[in-house]
């Protein structure tokens, strides 16, 4: 269960990220991200 809680995560990150990499660079798209809460470090 865990692990389809990760995989689904990391989707979402991906899915975010590339969203933001039409207007920003992949670092800005990636701390984007991460502040609004796709991902947890």
């Known amino acids: 269960m865990l692990v389809g809680?990760?995989?689904t995560n990391a989707i979402v990150l991906i899915?975010?990220?590339r969203q933001n990499e039409e207007t920003m660079t992949i670092r800005?798209?990636?701390l984007?991200?991460?502040e609004r809460g796709?991902?947890?470090f």
Do not use: N, S, T
């Open 5 to 7: 809680i990760v995989v």
């Open 32 to 34: 984007e991200a991460a």
């Open 15 to 17: 899915d975010r990220v």
């Open 28 to 30: 800005e798209a990636l």
């Open 38 to 40: 796709c991902v947890r």
